[in-house]
């Protein structure tokens, strides 16, 4: 499994975002992905996932703002971040199907909220 990611950088508070995690070596459209996020000294956190069928979750921390979803044409998962704050400033990473190997993991992007 290698999962890419792109997007990230920073952004004024109120700015927006979006983050791609390019997926290889896996069946993509049997597969879910999970966004999360670890911010400093704070341990990792789940953002949104995106089931194989479509079904997302969002949670409430980012619930009306943050958008999690797939084109499995391009076998890429999106997060699109809007009305971004301060505290949604961390490392964000892309997961596939739940695993806890780090090849399930995409290699992390920083996105900072600052003005």
């Known amino acids: 499994v290698q999962l890419v990611q792109s997007g990230g950088g920073l952004v004024q508070p109120g700015g927006s975002l979006r983050l791609s995690c390019g997926a290889s070596?896996?069946?993509?459209?049997?597969?879910?992905f999970d966004w999360y996020r670890q911010a400093p000294g704070k341990g990792r956190e789940l953002v949104a996932g995106?089931?194989?069928?479509?079904?997302?979750l969002v949670m409430p921390s980012v619930k009306g703002r943050f958008t999690i979803a797939r084109d499995n044409d391009k076998n890429t998962v999106y997060l699109q971040m809007n009305s971004l704050k301060v505290e949604d400033t961390a490392v964000y990473y892309c997961?596939?199907?739940?695993?806890?190997?780090?090849?399930?993991w995409g290699q992390g992007t920083q996105v900072t909220v600052s003005s």
């Open positions: 070596g896996v069946t993509f459209t049997s597969v879910a």
């Open positions: 997961n596939a199907d739940g695993g806890s190997d780090p090849a399930y």
């Open positions: 995106i089931t194989a069928s479509g079904r997302t």
